[in-house]
C-alpha cells in the first residue's frame, strides 16, 4: 500500500457557485430540517433578502441533509461556509441584516461545541464534520438536488462518460475489485465479484436494480443520498450497467421516500436529456435505461429476491439461493443488485482509482461507510467515516457524547438484523468482522445509541415486534417462532416474566437462526441474542426482581413525589391530563396511583425534580414508609 | 382561522359516494395489471382513498387477473388499506430513536385526545391515527406528523397541545370526532358518504 496516492481527508468541499456568480444561502432541507421547520426558514431567508433588496445579489437555494441533523434547523452562506444552526425567524432577520447586508458575522447565533463552549464559524472546522471523511456523501448538502449543472460542476458524469467511451467493461470490474468496496446493504459482499458473476453470465437480456428499499428504522443514509444527491446513484449505475452488459436498470424506492422518489425521477429525466442517460450516451453505442419503482411498504422486499418478486409486481416474499439472481434474476434474467450507498460510491473509485479508495479502511473492509447517528446524543446526524474508526470515535468524536451528561450503555448497530454492542466494547473498530465477533452486524448503517434510561430488554422487544410484524409469513420459522419470542418477550417487559424464559428465548432463537429461509428470519434474534448476552442482568432483574433497572417498562414503574424536593408549585397538577396528581399550592403534592396511566408528562415538566420513577422493591419500601401513623 | 381543506385532501378521505368505478378501467387501460398490478393499485389507491372490494373485483373482471391474488398483494404491502381512512392522518414515528425518546407515550396522548386507539379512525372520519416504522428525521425524536404539518422534539404535554391546535384551527371538539354534535368543516356530509361506501362494500361488493 505504500505507493498509494495520498486521499482528500474530510473532503473540504469547493463552493458552489450560484448562477449569475450570486452569493447563496444554503438552507437544508433534509427529513430532520424540514421537521424543526427548516421550509420555514427558507421562506424567511427569501422575504427578508427581498426586504433589504438583495434579491438580484444573494440566491436562497435547499440543499439534501448536510449532516449535523441535532443543530437543525440550519443554514450556510457559502462561500466562506459559514453556519448558523438552531434557526429560528428572529435569527434570519439578524443574518440577513448584519451579515449579508453589513458584512459581519453574527457571533452570537453561530453553532457552540459542546464542553469547550467554543463558538465555530465555519462548519469545516466543527469536530463533528471535521473528523468525517465523505465520499458516498460528497455531494449531499453541499450541491442544489434538482440541479444537474452543479453535480456536473464538481466533476459529476466525468467518470461514467470516461468508462462508456474509453474503457472496456473488464476493465472497470477489475477497479471495482481493486478498490475493496463491498456491498454497503448490510451482508458485505464484494461488489467487483458480484459484477464479475453478472457480467459471466450469457444473457440476451440482463437487468441491473438499485436497492432504496431502506428499511431499518433508525437508517437514513440511502434516503439522504437519494434524495441529496441523486445523480450520483443514477452515475454508478451507468458504470455498473456497463460493466455487467445490463441494458436496462430500476431503483426500487421505499414507499415511504415521496421525495427521493420525485428527485430521482427529475435526475433521470435531466440525465437523459444531456444525453448521459438513455440510447447513445455520451455519443458512445452504449445504451442504458432506468426506471424508478416505487415499494409499497414491506420491509422484507429489502431483501433482493423478495425486491424482485416486488418489481413483477407480486407479493414480496423471498425464495430460497440458487439459483442466484447473477444467474436468473428479475423475469428469469442475469440480474445485479446493490445499495444505494454502493453505487453512489462507485463514480469516486472510477475517478480517483481504486488505490485511493483502498488506501482507506481496514485489512478486510476497505474504504468508508455512511451512518446515520440517532439516539442519546449530542451531536446526531448523517456522518461518514473510514471503515474501522471504532464506537468511541463514533459516538464521543463526531458524536459529541451522550446527552444530558448522561452514561453510555450501548449502541444498537444494524437494525432488526443487528445487536447492541455494550459500552465495555466501546473500543471495537466498526468493519464487517469485528462487528460481527460481537454479534452484532455493521449492517446498512444505522446506529442508536443507548444510555442508562434505555431498557435493553424492551429494546429487544420493540425489534422482535418489528420483524414479526414484517414477517412474509412463507417460512413457519420466522412467521411462528418470531411470534413466540414475542409472547415472552411482551410478558417479561409487562412483569409477568417466568423462570426458564431466558433460556426459552435462546433456543427459539437458535432454531430461528438457523432454519429461516431468508436473512430476515436468519437475523431476527440477533437483538435478542446479543442484549441477554451483555445485559442478562436485565433481564433477571424484569423476571425475578419485578424491575425494570432502567425504569422504561411502564408496567414495572410506579410515579412518585418526592416531598423534600417538591415545592408544590402545581404544574404537574396543572399538566396531567387525567388529574391523578393534586395538593395544594405551596404543599407537596401526591400522584393518586389508581388513575395514573404512566404518560411521564408531570416528570417532564417538574422544574425541581421532584417526580421519581420507582421500580422493584423500591415500591413497597416507599409503601411501608409511608404507612405509619401520620 | 379554520384551514380549508384542499381536493386533494378530500380525495384520501373517504369520498366514494356511489363508487363510480370508470377510473379503474382507466388506470388499468393506461397500466398493465399482469406486470404492474402494485402500480396500479397505487394509482386508484390514489384516486378512492383505499381499495374496497368492489374496486378490487373490477380490476380483477377487467384484467383477468383472480381477484384472489390482487386480495393477497393488497393485503401484503402496508400501503394498501381495503378500509377507508379519515380525512386527516396523523403518524407518530416509531423508528429506533423515537421507541427510545419515547414514542409509545406520543402514540398514548394522541389516543387520548382523539378518542381512538392507534390504528382507528374517529367515528366522525376526520382523523386517522397510525404509526410509522421511520420517517427518518431520528435527531429531532420523537416525531410526527399531521398531514402535511411536522413536529419534533414531542413530550406527551407538546403533542397534546399541537394536537388541539390543530382540532381548534379545524373547529372540531372532542364531541365531533365521536360523531356526537353536528360538526363542521365537511365532516356532516363525509360521514354519511362513508357511511353509504361501507354499506356497499357489505351488500352490494359481496355479491358473487
Same mark, same amino acid.
Given at each position: 500500500?505504500?505507493?498509494?496516492?495520498?486521499? &482528500?481527508?474530510?473532503?473540504?468541499?469547493?463552493?458552489?457557485?450560484?448562477?449569475?456568480?450570486?452569493?447563496?444561502?444554503?438552507? /437544508?432541507?433534509?427529513?430532520?430540517?424540514?421537521?424543526?421547520?427548516?421550509?420555514?426558514?427558507?421562506?424567511?431567508?427569501?422575504?427578508?433578502?427581498?426586504?433589504?433588496?438583495? =434579491?438580484?445579489?444573494?440566491?436562497?437555494?435547499?440543499?439534501?441533509?448536510?449532516?449535523?441533523?441535532?443543530?437543525?434547523?440550519?443554514?450556510?452562506?457559502?462561500?466562506?461556509?459559514?453556519?448558523?444552526?438552531?434557526?429560528?425567524?428572529?435569527?434570519?432577520?439578524?443574518?440577513?441584516?448584519?451579515?449579508?447586508?453589513?458584512?459581519?458575522?453574527?457571533?452570537?447565533?453561530?453553532?457552540?461545541?459542546?464542553?469547550?463552549?467554543?463558538?465555530?464559524?465555519?462548519?469545516?472546522?466543527?469536530?463533528?464534520?471535521?473528523?468525517?471523511?465523505? $465520499?458516498?456523501?460528497?455531494?449531499?448538502?453541499?450541491?442544489?438536488?434538482?440541479?444537474?449543472?452543479?453535480?456536473?460542476?464538481?466533476?459529476?458524469?466525468?467518470?461514467?462518460?470516461?468508462?462508456?467511451?474509453?474503457?472496456?467493461?473488464?476493465?472497470?470490474?477489475?477497479?471495482?475489485?481493486?478498490?475493496?468496496?463491498?456491498?454497503?446493504?448490510?451482508?458485505?459482499? &464484494?461488489?467487483?465479484?458480484?459484477?464479475?458473476?453478472?457480467?459471466?453470465?450469457?444473457?440476451?437480456?440482463?437487468?441491473?436494480?438499485?436497492?432504496?428499499?431502506?428499511?431499518?428504522?433508525?437508517?437514513?443514509?440511502?434516503?439522504?443520498?437519494?434524495?441529496?444527491?441523486?445523480?450520483?446513484?443514477?452515475?454508478?449505475?451507468? $458504470?455498473?450497467?456497463?460493466?455487467?452488459?445490463?441494458?436496462?436498470?430500476?431503483?426500487?424506492?421505499?414507499?415511504?421516500?415521496?421525495?427521493?422518489?420525485?428527485?430521482?425521477?427529475?435526475?433521470?429525466?435531466?440525465?437523459?436529456?444531456?444525453?448521459?442517460?438513455?440510447?447513445?450516451?455520451?455519443?458512445?453505442?452504449?445504451?442504458?435505461?432506468?426506471?424508478?419503482?416505487?415499494?409499497?411498504?414491506?420491509?422484507? /422486499?429489502?431483501?433482493?429476491?423478495?425486491?424482485?418478486?416486488?418489481?413483477?409486481?407480486?407479493?414480496?416474499?423471498?425464495?430460497?439461493?440458487?439459483?442466484?439472481?447473477?444467474?436468473?434474476?428479475?423475469?428469469?434474467?442475469?440480474?445485479?443488485?446493490?445499495?444505494?450507498?454502493?453505487?453512489?460510491?462507485?463514480?469516486?473509485?472510477?475517478?480517483?482509482?481504486?488505490?485511493?479508495?483502498?488506501?482507506?479502511?481496514?485489512?478486510?473492509?476497505?474504504?468508508?461507510?455512511?451512518?446515520?447517528?440517532?439516539?442519546?446524543?449530542?451531536?446526531?446526524?448523517?456522518?461518514?467515516?473510514?471503515?474501522?474508526?471504532?464506537?468511541?470515535?463514533?459516538?464521543?468524536?463526531?458524536?459529541?457524547?451522550?446527552?444530558?451528561?448522561?452514561?453510555?450503555?450501548?449502541?444498537?448497530?444494524?437494525?432488526?438484523?443487528?445487536?447492541?454492542?455494550?459500552?465495555?466494547?466501546?473500543?471495537?473498530?466498526?468493519?464487517?468482522?469485528?462487528?460481527?465477533?460481537?454479534?452484532?452486524?455493521?449492517?446498512?448503517?444505522?446506529?442508536?445509541? @443507548?444510555?442508562?434510561?434505555?431498557?435493553?430488554?424492551?429494546?429487544?422487544?420493540?425489534?422482535?415486534?418489528?420483524?414479526?410484524?414484517? =414477517?412474509?409469513?412463507?417460512?413457519?420459522?420466522?412467521?411462528?417462532?418470531?411470534?413466540?419470542?414475542?409472547?415472552?418477550?411482551?410478558?417479561?417487559?409487562?412483569?409477568?416474566?417466568?423462570?426458564?424464559?431466558?433460556?426459552?428465548?435462546?433456543?427459539? @432463537?437458535?432454531?430461528?437462526?438457523?432454519?429461516?429461509?431468508?436473512?430476515?428470519?436468519?437475523?431476527?434474534?440477533?437483538?435478542?441474542?446479543?442484549?441477554?448476552?451483555?445485559?442478562?442482568?436485565?433481564?433477571?432483574?424484569?423476571?425475578?426482581?419485578?424491575?425494570?433497572?432502567?425504569?422504561?417498562?411502564?408496567?414495572?414503574?410506579?410515579?412518585?413525589?418526592?416531598?423534600?424536593?417538591?415545592?408544590?408549585?402545581?404544574?404537574?397538577?396543572?399538566?396531567?391530563?387525567?388529574?391523578?396528581?393534586?395538593?395544594?399550592?405551596?404543599?407537596?403534592?401526591?400522584?393518586?396511583?389508581?388513575?395514573?396511566?404512566?404518560?411521564?408528562?408531570?416528570?417532564?415538566?417538574?422544574?425541581?425534580?421532584?417526580?421519581?420513577?420507582?421500580?422493584?422493591?423500591?415500591?413497597?419500601?416507599?409503601?411501608?414508609?409511608?404507612?405509619?401513623?401520620? | 382561522?379554520?384551514?380549508?381543506?384542499?381536493?386533494?385532501? +378530500?380525495?384520501?378521505?373517504?369520498?366514494?359516494?356511489?363508487?363510480?368505478?370508470?377510473?379503474?378501467?382507466?388506470?388499468?387501460?393506461?397500466?398493465?395489471?399482469?406486470?404492474?398490478?402494485?402500480?396500479?393499485?397505487?394509482?386508484?389507491?390514489?384516486?378512492?382513498?383505499?381499495?374496497?372490494?368492489?374496486?378490487?373485483?373490477?380490476?380483477?373482471?377487467?384484467?383477468?387477473?383472480?381477484?384472489?391474488?390482487?386480495?393477497?398483494?393488497?393485503?401484503?404491502?402496508?400501503?394498501?388499506?381495503?378500509?377507508?381512512?379519515?380525512?386527516?392522518?396523523?403518524?407518530?414515528?416509531?423508528?429506533?430513536?423515537?421507541?427510545?425518546?419515547?414514542?409509545?407515550?406520543?402514540?398514548?396522548?394522541?389516543?387520548?385526545?382523539?378518542?381512538?386507539?392507534?390504528?382507528?379512525?374517529?367515528?366522525?372520519?376526520?382523523?386517522?391515527?397510525?404509526?410509522?416504522?421511520?420517517?427518518?428525521?431520528?435527531?429531532?425524536?420523537?416525531?410526527?406528523?399531521?398531514? +402535511?404539518?411536522?413536529?419534533?422534539?414531542?413530550?406527551?404535554?407538546?403533542?397534546?397541545?399541537?394536537?388541539?391546535?390543530?382540532?381548534?384551527?379545524?373547529?372540531?371538539?372532542?364531541?365531533?370526532?365521536?360523531?356526537?354534535?353536528?360538526?363542521?368543516?365537511?365532516?356532516?356530509?363525509?360521514?354519511?358518504?362513508?357511511?353509504?361506501?361501507?354499506?356497499?362494500?357489505?351488500?352490494?361488493?359481496?355479491?358473487?
Amino acid at each position: 500500500m505504500s505507493d498509494a496516492p495520498t486521499v &482528500p481527508q474530510g473532503v473540504r468541499v469547493g463552493v458552489v457557485p450560484a448562477p449569475g456568480g450570486k452569493r447563496r444561502v444554503q438552507v /437544508c432541507a433534509g427529513t430532520a430540517c424540514v421537521f424543526a421547520g427548516s421550509l420555514k426558514m427558507f421562506a424567511a431567508f427569501e422575504a427578508e433578502i427581498a426586504a433589504a433588496g438583495l =434579491s438580484d445579489e444573494v440566491e436562497v437555494a435547499i440543499i439534501g441533509c448536510h449532516g449535523l441533523c441535532s443543530q437543525g434547523p440550519l443554514a450556510v452562506v457559502s462561500g466562506e461556509e459559514t453556519y448558523y444552526p438552531k434557526l429560528k425567524a428572529k435569527h434570519v432577520k439578524r443574518i440577513v441584516e448584519e451579515h449579508l447586508v453589513g458584512g459581519t458575522i453574527v457571533e452570537d447565533l453561530l453553532y457552540v461545541e459542546p464542553g469547550s463552549g467554543e463558538r465555530i464559524a465555519c462548519w469545516h472546522d466543527i469536530p463533528f464534520y471535521a473528523q468525517q471523511t465523505r $465520499i458516498a456523501l460528497r455531494d449531499v448538502g453541499v450541491i442544489h438536488p434538482e440541479r444537474i449543472d452543479e453535480y456536473v460542476a464538481r466533476g459529476g458524469y466525468a467518470a461514467a462518460r470516461t468508462v462508456v467511451t474509453e474503457k472496456t467493461p473488464e476493465w472497470v470490474i477489475d477497479e471495482v475489485l481493486a478498490s475493496g468496496i463491498r456491498g454497503r446493504g448490510g451482508a458485505g459482499f &464484494p461488489t467487483g465479484q458480484k459484477w464479475k458473476f453478472a457480467y459471466n453470465s450469457v444473457s440476451d437480456q440482463k437487468y441491473l436494480i438499485c436497492n432504496g428499499d431502506e428499511g431499518d428504522p433508525g437508517a437514513f443514509m440511502d434516503a439522504s443520498i437519494m434524495d441529496g444527491d441523486p445523480h450520483a446513484v443514477i452515475e454508478g449505475m451507468i $458504470i455498473g450497467s456497463y460493466a455487467i452488459g445490463a441494458r436496462d436498470g430500476y431503483i426500487y424506492v421505499r414507499a415511504e421516500y415521496p421525495l427521493a422518489v420525485s428527485r430521482l425521477r427529475l435526475a433521470i429525466a435531466q440525465a437523459e436529456e444531456l444525453g448521459y442517460l438513455g440510447d447513445r450516451m455520451f455519443g458512445s453505442d452504449w445504451s442504458f435505461h432506468l426506471k424508478i419503482k416505487e415499494g409499497a411498504g414491506a420491509f422484507v /422486499c429489502g431483501e433482493e429476491t423478495a425486491l424482485m418478486a416486488s418489481i413483477e409486481g407480486r407479493r414480496g416474499m423471498p425464495r430460497s439461493r440458487p439459483p442466484f439472481p447473477a444467474v436468473s434474476g428479475l423475469w428469469g434474467k442475469p440480474t445485479n443488485i446493490n445499495n444505494v450507498e454502493t453505487f453512489a460510491n462507485i463514480p469516486w473509485i472510477i475517478t480517483h482509482g481504486a488505490a485511493a479508495y483502498a488506501a482507506l479502511g481496514t485489512e478486510k473492509s476497505r474504504g468508508t461507510k455512511a451512518f446515520s447517528l440517532a439516539g442519546k446524543l449530542v451531536n446526531g446526524g448523517l456522518a461518514e467515516v473510514p471503515i474501522g474508526s471504532t464506537i468511541r470515535e463514533m459516538v464521543y468524536g463526531v458524536g459529541g457524547g451522550i446527552k444530558d451528561g448522561r452514561d453510555f450503555k450501548a449502541v444498537q448497530l444494524g437494525g432488526p438484523s443487528g445487536g447492541c454492542v455494550p459500552a465495555a466494547l466501546i473500543d471495537t473498530p466498526i468493519d464487517y468482522e469485528s462487528l460481527a465477533a460481537t454479534g452484532a452486524i455493521m449492517g446498512s448503517g444505522g446506529m442508536v445509541v @443507548a444510555d442508562d434510561q434505555t431498557c435493553m430488554v424492551d429494546l429487544a422487544r420493540y425489534f422482535l415486534q418489528f420483524t414479526q410484524n414484517e =414477517s412474509c409469513g412463507k417460512c413457519v420459522p420466522c412467521r411462528i417462532g418470531t411470534k413466540r419470542m414475542l409472547e415472552i418477550l411482551e410478558r417479561i417487559t409487562a412483569g409477568e416474566g417466568e423462570d426458564g424464559d431466558i433460556e426459552r428465548l435462546q433456543k427459539l @432463537a437458535g432454531t430461528i437462526k438457523r432454519t429461516s429461509l431468508c436473512g430476515l428470519g436468519q437475523t431476527a434474534p440477533n437483538p435478542v441474542l446479543t442484549t441477554i448476552r451483555y445485559f442478562r442482568d436485565e433481564y433477571e432483574a424484569h423476571i425475578y426482581g419485578g424491575a425494570c433497572p432502567a425504569r422504561a417498562c411502564s408496567a414495572l414503574i410506579s410515579y412518585h413525589i418526592d416531598p423534600e424536593a417538591c415545592t408544590g408549585c402545581g404544574l404537574c397538577a396543572k399538566k396531567c391530563p387525567v388529574g391523578a396528581v393534586s395538593g395544594v399550592r405551596k404543599q407537596t403534592h401526591t400522584i393518586d396511583l389508581d388513575v395514573c396511566t404512566k404518560c411521564d408528562t408531570c416528570r417532564q415538566v417538574c422544574k425541581f425534580g421532584a417526580v421519581e420513577r420507582l421500580t422493584g422493591d423500591e415500591v413497597g419500601a416507599l409503601a411501608s414508609a409511608a404507612a405509619p401513623p401520620a | 382561522m379554520p384551514r380549508r381543506e384542499t381536493e386533494s385532501q +378530500a380525495h384520501t378521505g373517504t369520498a366514494v359516494p356511489a363508487l363510480d368505478l370508470t377510473e379503474v378501467g382507466r388506470v388499468v387501460d393506461e397500466i398493465d395489471p399482469h406486470g404492474n398490478l402494485i402500480a396500479v393499485l397505487q394509482h386508484v389507491q390514489a384516486h378512492y382513498g383505499y381499495l374496497p372490494e368492489p374496486v378490487i373485483n373490477e380490476i380483477a373482471r377487467l384484467s383477468g387477473v383472480p381477484a384472489s391474488r390482487i386480495y393477497g398483494i393488497v393485503t401484503f404491502y402496508a400501503q394498501f388499506s381495503t378500509e377507508p381512512s379519515g380525512r386527516h392522518k396523523v403518524f407518530v414515528c416509531h423508528g429506533t430513536a423515537c421507541h427510545v425518546a419515547g414514542a409509545p407515550r406520543i402514540t398514548e396522548a394522541i389516543e387520548q385526545e382523539l378518542g381512538v386507539p392507534d390504528g382507528g379512525t374517529t367515528p366522525d372520519m376526520s382523523f386517522t391515527l397510525d404509526s410509522v416504522a421511520c420517517m427518518g428525521a431520528c435527531s429531532q425524536a420523537p416525531v410526527m406528523r399531521i398531514d +402535511a404539518d411536522t413536529f419534533g422534539n414531542l413530550t406527551p404535554d407538546s403533542t397534546r397541545k399541537y394536537m388541539l391546535g390543530v382540532l381548534d384551527e379545524l373547529g372540531l371538539s372532542a364531541d365531533d370526532l365521536a360523531g356526537g354534535a353536528q360538526a363542521p368543516e365537511g365532516a356532516a356530509e363525509a360521514a354519511p358518504e362513508a357511511a353509504a361506501s361501507r354499506a356497499s362494500d357489505t351488500s352490494e361488493g359481496r355479491r358473487p
